[in-house]
Nanobody
Framework: QVQLVESGGGMVQAGGSLRLSCAAS????????MGWFRQAPGKEREFVGA????????YCADSVKGRFTISRDNAKNTVHLQMSSLNPEDTAVYYC???????????????????WGQGTQVTVSS
């Protein structure tokens, strides 16, 4: 059974940083593209960024580019989302997801992903 478990969420002041982690089990982690999405209240789930199977290529949404960084450790079956310069508009539930698609430019939609975590709340106060 595939499990993706996010951690590291919490409350932070504007301008602060947080590091989210996602621990994967039940799948051949290094064979999957990993992505991060977020969903704010009343809004659709939106793409944040993705990292390819090796970690050698990442792609982030324009809204977070330059502020958020994605990395992965295939030896530990984990993927991380380092978030900095946070602002209240970043407040959302953050989800990690796994996709069998290999090209990270092809994994920007919810339907591109095969497995999802339960999400972790990030709240940024002004």
């Amino acid at each position: 059974q595939v499990q993706l478990v996010e951690s590291g969420g919490g409350m932070v002041q504007a301008g602060g940083s947080l590091r989210l982690s996602c621990a994967a089990s039940g799948l051949t982690f290094s064979s999957y593209t990993m992505g991060w999405f977020r969903q704010a209240p009343g809004k659709e789930r939106e793409f944040v960024g993705a990292i390819n199977w090796s970690g050698g290529s990442t792609y982030c949404a324009d809204s977070v580019k330059g502020r958020f960084t994605i990395s992965r450790d295939n030896a530990k079956n984990t993927v991380h989302l380092q978030m900095s310069s946070l602002n209240p508009e970043d407040t959302a539930v953050y989800y990690c997801a796994a996709s069998r698609r290999l090209l990270i430019s092809n994994v920007v939609r919810v339907n591109d992903y095969d497995y999802w975590g339960q999400g972790t709340q990030v709240t940024v106060s002004s």
